[in-house]
């Protein structure tokens, strides 16, 4: 009897671990997709569009905040399997908070429930909580490359996000520095999210 409860807790555990790993590789797929997809609406985006291209860019606005946060958290789980880190949990916190936000506003419901308008402030969470993971993923011998990785593409993003002359909080409105930015953030991400499909794979 004992034998079979303890067969059964072995099989639980090896069943949420599978789980968990499946949980990562959807998560790092994710981050590809929020990526691309994000790189798409900015590139389509444009004053002269016409009504279909304006109705793929409003869909590639809602669905990339959203994408970004099952890129977040799968990165998160990965990051948190190894061992509890406040660092990494904040990071996780900032950026899933950013991803909900950006998607609020995306589909017009800040308005509705009495939230100011974020603009693009919810990109700044984002590369927020992306910076700390990755300054906390550099701590972590084995995961030294990706936490360079998810540190660079968080520092990218910053670049492009303080030089885009459409966000409040800019620094230095330059708009090539902006696009040039926004599009290595752009491929840094597809480089960390194909990483960790890599790492739950393996």
């Known amino acids: 009897m004992r034998h079979a409860q303890i067969d059964d807790i072995i099989a639980f555990v090896n069943k949420s671990g599978r789980n ?25 985006h444009k004053p002269d569009m016409s009504g279909y291209v304006s109705a793929l860019v409003t869909l590639l606005i809602v669905t990339t905040p959203a994408l970004f946060l099952g890129g977040l958290l799968g990165l998160g789980l990965l990051l948190l ?23 609020i506003e995306a589909v017009g419901l800040g308005w509705a429930s009495g939230l100011s308008s974020p603009g693009d402030w919810w990109l700044a969470l984002l590369f927020a909580g992306l910076t700390l ?9 084995t995961l030294q490359r990706l936490g360079a990785l998810v ?35 752009c491929l840094s991400a597809v480089v960390w999210g194909c990483v960790v499909v890599l790492k739950s794979s393996g």
């Open 20 to 44: 968990t790993l499946t949980l990562i590789r959807w998560g790092g797929a994710t981050a590809v997709l929020a990526s691309l997809s994000y790189a798409a609406a900015g590139y389509l």
């Open 81 to 103: 399997g190894r061992e509890r880190n406040v660092i990494v949990a904040t990071g996780l916190l900032l950026g899933s908070l950013g991803a909900i936000w950006g998607a």
């Open 133 to 141: 993971m990755g300054i906390a993923a550099l701590a972590e011998k």
């Open 151 to 185: 540190l660079t593409s968080g520092m990218l993003g910053w670049v492009s996000l303080l030089t885009d002359p459409a966000f409040p909080g800019v620094l230095v409105p330059m708009r090539p520095v902006h696009v040039v930015f926004a599009a290595l953030f």
